[in-house]
T-cell receptor, first 112, second 114 residues
Framework: QKEVEQDPGPLSVPEGAIVSLNCTYSNSAFQYFMWYRQYSRKGPELLMYTYSSGNKEDGRFTAQVDKSSKYISLFIRDSQPSDSATYLC????????????FGRGTSLIVHP | DGGITQSPKYLFRKEGQNVTLSCEQN?????MYWYRQDPGQGLRLIYYSQIVNDFQKGDIAEGYSVSREKKESFPLTVTSAQKNPTAFYLC?????????????FGPGTRLLVL
């Protein structure tokens, strides 16, 4: 079992839909959780960063962490065609194990 | 404009040839990283460096080499020992200490074998 599991998709939704992207993990030491967005043939860009459990909101994006279930989510409200990209989750234990472990990424397609 | 630059954008390698990918950052980050990305496989760590003149192997270091002579620069050499080098290579950097969990990525170099 991989440390971080992420469904590769593709996930296809109509414009305006609420999108839910998810990752599960097995390492209970993870306490830093990141979401990156990667457009085709580009480098990933940091979208959201969360420490420990709880929610964090930034515009149309909400990151949610449930450490008890070892489950993290990224919600995108009012999705736009420009949101079409691959979304990678990443997580780290911090301290001496700071290098993040990445999920495989979920491909999202928002069609007009 | 602060950021990470990688060059070239595309690189072609002949059999038996060593090629070097450039990575430069002006974010004043201490740590730098090299990842390989293959379709459907996510990011795999090749090498990383936390400080000048020091670096550590990642999960897939065989067939690659790096140097860290300057804080701003972390070039990656793909040697002839790497038998399947075709991939998208990503360089990243981060602070050390607080905030080191978040990495910032360059635009990537796509390496193709002729």
């Amino acid at each position: 079992q991989k440390e971080v599991e992420q469904d590769p998709g593709p996930l296809s939704v109509p414009e305006g839909a609420i999108v839910s992207l998810n990752c599960t993990y097995s390492n209970s030491a993870f306490q830093y959780f990141m979401w990156y967005r990667q457009y085709s043939r580009k480098g990933p860009e940091l979208l959201m960063y969360t420490y420990s459990s709880g929610n964090k909101e930034d515009g149309r994006f909400t990151a949610q962490v449930d450490k008890s279930s070892k489950y993290i989510s990224l919600f995108i409200r009012d999705s736009q065609p420009s949101d079409s990209a691959t979304y990678l989750c990443a997580m780290s234990a911090g301290g001496g194990s700071y290098i993040p472990t990445f999920g495989r990424g979920t491909s999202l397609i928002v069609h007009p | 404009d602060g950021g990470i630059t990688q060059s070239p954008k595309y690189l072609f390698r002949k059999e038996g040839q060593n090629v070097t990918l450039s990575c430069e950052q002006n974010l004043n980050h201490d740590a730098m990283y090299w990842y390989r990305q293959d379709p459907g496989q996510g990011l795999r760590l090749i090498y990383y460096s936390q400080i000048v003149n020091d670096f550590q192997k990642g999960d897939i270091a065989e067939g690659y080499s790096v140097s860290r002579e300057k804080k701003e620069s972390f070039p990656l050499t793909v040697t002839s020992a790497q038998k399947n080098p075709t991939a998208f290579y990503l360089c990243a950097s981060s602070f050390s200490g607080v905030g080191q969990e978040t990495q910032y990525f360059g635009p990537g170099t796509r390496l193709l074998v002729l």
